[in-house]
């Protein structure tokens, strides 16, 4: 467990680099947010009096030092802009994913001894139930721009929330910014897990400032970026990510529904995006869904075309120069097909930070070949985000990269990955016992991560440690290795794998119906709903042999010998995947415990 430290540099405190902007930047543009479908922006004076306007707010309500504020609703610049109004004031904000139930919500709020609740549209109703179990709770704001007549008299609108606003208080304001420190919590981050309820994790300015200071040696974002949010701002990755944007000056996109994301990338045409690797499996999935239906020479010119943006890749990881006549034949590719592929990610993007899970490294190098520089981290809440990444030379697409500056990495017991370092957590909130478990006895944090590090200092994740599987033969099964080699088809869309206890391995597999629709329709196959198309011989056929081609890599313990085919996908309501779209395995294979039966006694 990392203990206080007295820390009196405020240089990278987040509430002071932000300032820094507001008066460097003044009129330049800060945000872009949508606001009846269209883009709007506000100017960094703008956006810094909004702040201040919303720092008043919260000292009006009575929003005392290290007090904790809770943010439950999707992206927005409100909600940007109320977490930096709450630190401005010394407050913990602290967010709550926008998909949690009514009692997920009330669990975290009294958790956290939360006073103030600011929703979105979409989860009032979600709070006004939880406020019942949540008698700490003075107030829900409503982020909606709407005037509507409160449905609980602890509901505010947000138009009355501001009337709140008393520049009486802008000297208590400055006060607390003078008297900022790194050693106050900046927020409690509570970790979805895949089991039991979540814990909140204690994040402090020192940790901020620490992956600030590293990120600027590794990354570098320019004033001119453009990057789109459209990852929840309750998750550490977009949040510290977005704290990094407004650090270096560049502007920030808020994306209100994560589901619109091909069209904003089209309109925002951002330079820098930090994304899940399902993102990068959808894209990749889809052009080779589109490259399979290809007649005539396009086949043929697209992969030509991509062999010399593998040529340029690896030879810039192997710090060489493409030839002239090689030059000449990259450039002849990405006027031909590589550019073409980069306007499905707006055209402009030229750094793409890749977290939260595994990203198959064909998938990666795919990327890297098109002329998308995707720096695969790895990290989790417990470290501010990231640990390690890819460097733009010498990594091995195999691996998770190098340490960032400042990080600890060694391996421990059942090759566990274990950290050490400022970006790393204080511990648990009110769970002195998680928390000692969680750290070696000479402060190195557990990551329940299993793998191993090269001669050359590359990290290497090989499964998580608790998901390990035993078959009743005895031999182990890393789950996640299985299902990142058969999701990267562009019919699978998702999968979860089978094992424990089993004498082979099986699987759960949803479909991607867009891909399976149209290879139906052109097989002239006949079908009245889904699920009567997924027992059509010819799909279970086509799965079948999709499955043998994908799993020449696996070992022949390791390979799915059954599956079942489901004709719904696994989703966060039905508690089947955790907020960052982890499986629930244990409740997935409660639910479907009958389809599983089912192919262990065929």
Not at 90 to 112: C, E, F, G, K, L
Not at 246 to 251: F, P
Request: glycine share 6%.
């Amino acid at each position: 467990m990392r203990t206080k430290r007295e820390t009196v540099d405020t240089q990278n405190h987040i509430v002071t680099r932000i300032r820094e902007q507001i008066r460097a930047q003044g009129e330049r543009e800060a945000i872009r947010f949508q606001q009846q479908s269209q883009w709007a922006s506000l100017s960094w004076r703008q956006m810094g009096e909004r702040i201040d306007q919303l720092s008043r707010c919260l000292l009006n309500a009575g929003c005392e030092i290290q007090q904790t504020i809770a943010i439950f609703a999707p992206n927005s610049e409100k909600w940007a802009m109320l977490d930096y109004a709450a630190l401005q004031i010394r407050a913990v904000p602290v967010p709550i994913y926008a998909t949690s139930t009514a009692q997920q919500a009330a669990h975290i709020i009294n958790d956290a001894d939360v006073q103030w609740v600011f929703v979105g549209d979409e989860q009032r109703e979600i709070a006004v139930a939880a406020l019942e179990h949540c008698p700490n709770v003075k107030g829900v704001i409503a982020l909606s721009q709407e005037t509507t007549a409160p449905t609980h008299p602890k509901v505010w609108d947000w138009a009355s929330w501001l009337l709140q606003d008393d520049r009486g208080y802008q000297a208590e304001l400055e006060a607390r910014i003078d008297a900022r420190c790194m050693d106050d919590l900046t927020t409690l981050i509570y970790t979805s897990g895949t089991t039991g309820d979540p814990k909140g994790v204690m994040l402090d300015y020192a940790n901020i400032a620490a992956q600030l200071e590293v990120h600027d040696q590794v990354l570098a974002l320019r004033p001119d970026d453009v990057s789109l949010a459209f990852l929840p701002l309750s998750h550490v990755f977009e949040r510290a990510w977005s704290y990094y944007v407004l650090h270096r000056g560049a502007v920030n996109c808020y994306l209100s529904n994560p589901l619109q994301v091909r069209e904003a990338l089209a309109e925002v045409k951002p330079t820098v995006m930090c994304a899940v690797p399902r993102f990068y499996e959808k894209i990749h999935g889809a052009i080779h869904d589109k490259l399979s239906r290809a007649t005539g020479v396009k086949p043929h010119l697209f992969r030509w075309a991509l062999r010399q943006g593998e040529r340029h890749a690896a030879q810039l990881r192997a710090g060489q120069s493409l030839s002239r006549r090689q030059q000449w034949q990259l450039a002849l590719a990405d006027k031909l097909v590589l550019s073409k592929l980069r306007t499905l990610l707006g055209g402009k993007m030229r750094l793409m930070p890749c977290g939260g899970a595994r990203l198959d490294p064909d998938i990666g190098a795919f990327f890297h070949a098109i002329g998308i520089n995707v720096k695969l981290g790895y990290g989790m809440t417990e470290t501010t985000a990231t640990v390690s990444c890819w460097d733009d030379t010498g990594f091995d697409p195999q691996s998770i990269g190098h340490p960032m500056p400042g990080a600890e990495v060694r391996i421990g017991a059942d090759n566990e990955i274990q950290v050490r370092g400022p970006m790393v957590m204080r511990g648990y909130f009110n769970q002195p016992d998680a928390t000692a478990a969680t750290f070696t006895e000479d402060g190195f944090l557990k990551t329940g991560d299993a793998g191993y590090l090269d001669t050359k200092g590359s990290v290497f994740i090989t499964d998580r440690i608790k998901e390990l599987m035993k078959t009743s033969g005895g031999k182990y099964i890393a789950p996640q290795r299985v299902e990142g080699a058969l999701v990267r088809d562009h019919f699978i869309d998702q999968i979860a794998v089978v094992a424990e206890a089993r004498h082979f391995v099986s699987a759960l597999i949803v479909p991607c119906f867009d891909a399976l629709e149209e290879w139906a329709r052109a097989a002239n196959i006949e079908y009245q709903n889904r699920k009567e198309l997924l027992k059509h011989a010819d799909v279970v056929a086509l799965f079948e042999k999709r499955l043998q081609s994908l799993q020449h890599e696996l070992a022949k313990f390791e390979q799915v010998k059954r599956f079942t085919l489901l004709p719904q996908g696994f989703c966060m309501h039905s508690g089947e995947l955790t907020p960052t779209m982890k499986l629930r395995r244990k409740v997935i294979l409660s639910r479907y415990q009958d389809h599983i039966n089912t192919m262990y006694q065929r």
